[in-house]
């Protein structure tokens, strides 16, 4: 049940240290969810590619975001998950012809508000990208109005004011950090800047801990698509300090598949080890790879790396000793029709268990597997 589910702040003492090598001073409290107290068990709901804010001019854009609300309803009402993870591309920034791209950015949360279920967000490619002009604009029906930030009515589309430059990952977390008590987001250790959704959210059970959450911006939009060497860096950092004897297991989410991915693809139909139902495209992963796999593979605590990007791929396959999966594409925002669901993951405690399955927006359920 959501309304069970409550988290704390804690400020820990040890923190500053712990963070000291890459973290300013305003980033020193670490915030904790807490698995439903009577039955130990922590379920997380991930959305993946909602692409708010398509064609926001058309008729049809719109309709997608209602579409893309109706299928979130759907899945809390089925699942009644602990927690959401807003998987990245949460808008479709390059198709948003407004100031405030976090008018957008708040649609998409608005289902998982309105239950009072706590979310973390990450970035993707599209979130923060600028806006650029729909070639049809110049054809027959001419240029649509827009509404440009100038106080000053007589605005200039290349003025300093007029925000074509899409909303910045900073601004778009703070806004939602700042108006959303339920948000557990955060803008990350100010030295991995113009990386914003670097956090780690520890899971408690119990009070004890059971899962710890990994968080990363893999890029994109106004910067190249990567995990950079310093993310890897204050990941190995950060993950020794808290869980030093690798105790406590630990799941990654970031929204662009890494190159590791391309290995163990699928070649046509999904097939044992794999598990999924879609295998529509080639993985499209990022530009490098900067040592974050690296580290992932050596740590045996680490479970499994959830990304979305592709909307056309929703398996997951093992890789050495952890697991690659895909979400699965839930937006009506974004490229392809396949059909749109959620990929959720339940957390047992004692004994410990990751399974994992498909919620489809019919209701339908499929493409389970046990992660750990
Ligand atoms: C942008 O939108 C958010 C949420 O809708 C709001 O809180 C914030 O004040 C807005 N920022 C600006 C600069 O208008
Ligand atoms: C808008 O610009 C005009 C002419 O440049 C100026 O007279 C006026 O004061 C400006 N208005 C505001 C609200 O800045």
């Known amino acids: 049940m959501a309304c069970s589910f409550y988290f704390t702040v804690l400020s820990l003492s040890y923190l500053p240290l ?32 909602l692409h708010f804010g398509e064609d926001a001019w058309t008729d049809w854009g719109p309709e997608q ?10 899945v809390l009402e089925n699942e009644s998950p602990d927690f959401v993870v807003y998987l990245g591309d949460v808008i479709t920034a390059n198709n948003i012809p407004i100031a405030n791209a976090s008018l957008y950015w708040d649609q998409a949360l608005s289902p998982t508000r309105s239950r009072g279920i706590p979310w973390a967000s990450v970035f993707g490619n599209h979130d923060d990208a600028p806006f650029e002009w729909p070639i049809e604009w110049f054809a027959a029906p001419g240029i649509p109005r827009l509404l440009c930030p100038v106080q000053n009515s007589s605005y200039s589309i290349l003025g300093e004011e007029c925000s074509f430059r899409g909303t910045s990952r900073l601004e778009l977390m703070k806004n939602e950090m700042d108006n959303n008590v339920l ?17 780690v959210l520890p899971v408690l059970s119990n009070d004890k801990p059971l899962v710890h959450l990994y968080f990363l911006d893999s890029g994109g939009g106004t910067y190249p698509e990567v995990v950079s060497t310093a993310q890897a860096d204050w990941f190995k950092h950060v993950s020794e300090e808290i869980n030093p004897d690798g105790r406590v297991p630990e799941l990654v989410f970031w929204h662009i598949p890494s190159k590791a991915y391309r290995k163990v693809a699928p070649k046509f139909r999904i097939h044992k080890p794999c598990v999924g139902s879609i295998n529509k495209e080639k993985v499209a992963a990022q530009e490098a790879e900067m040592g974050i796999m690296k580290i992932l593979v050596k740590r045996p605590s680490i479970k499994a790396v959830f ?5 056309g791929l929703d398996w997951c396959c093992p890789y050495r000793k952890l697991w690659l999966c895909f979400a699965r594409h839930t937006g009506y925002g974004g490229y392809g029709n396949w059909a749109r669901g959620s990929r959720i993951l339940q957390i047992n405690d004692d004994p410990f268990s990751i399974s994992s399955w498909i919620r489809m927006e019919d209701g339908s359920v499929h493409s389970e597997v046990i992660l750990s």
């Open 18 to 49: 712990l963070f000291q090598a890459t973290v300013g001073s305003s980033d020193q409290q670490m915030v904790v969810a807490q698995s439903t107290p009577e039955d130990h068990v922590f379920k997380i709901a991930i959305f993946a590619d």
């Open 65 to 74: 975001d209602v579409n893309s609300i109706k299928v979130m309803s759907s």
């Open 183 to 199: 948000s557990l987001s955060r803008t990350g250790p100010e030295g991995l800047w113009p990386g914003i959704s670097n956090y």
């Open 307 to 311: 990304v979305g990007h592709n909307h």
